[in-house]
């Protein structure tokens, strides 16, 4: 079993900074790609950021140029630093895995969701 354990939500004046945490931890055998996802009010859960083993990176438009995601391969941890918060960034922040399992000689890939964190921005 997998955890990710996300940190970095909290309370945020609007046109602020914050920086989102999220290591994975487990029997991995591989991470295809880590991200976030967020979830307002009312609203369906929608993709943030993502970036893939490679690199490669994908943004929703409402984020992107004042955000960036990256990841550190040696930790299985991704960061998102978003900068000029608005207070429609309020919402839960999902931490995403992409992991690929190798159990009984078996390979598998799962996507595996973290608890969520809470970002807030006060105007």
């Known amino acids: 079993q997998v955890q990710l354990a996300e940190s970095g939500g909290g309370l945020v004046q609007a046109g602020g900074s914050l920086r989102l945490s999220c290591a994975a931890s487990g029997s991995i055998f591989r991470i295809n790609g880590m991200g976030w996802y967020r979830q307002a009010p009312g609203k369906e859960r929608e993709l943030v950021a993502i970036i893939t083993s490679s690199g490669m990176t994908n943004y929703a438009d409402s984020v992107k140029g004042r955000s960036t995601i990256a990841s550190d391969s040696a930790k299985n941890t991704v960061y998102l630093e978003m900068n000029s918060l608005k207070s429609e960034d309020t919402a839960v922040y999902y931490c995403?895995?992409?992991?690929?399992?190798?159990?009984?000689?078996?390979?598998?890939?799962?996507?595996?969701w973290g608890q969520g964190t809470q970002v807030t921005v006060s105007s």
């Open positions: 995403v895995a992409d992991i690929q399992y190798y159990r009984g000689g078996i390979f598998s890939s799962r996507r595996e």
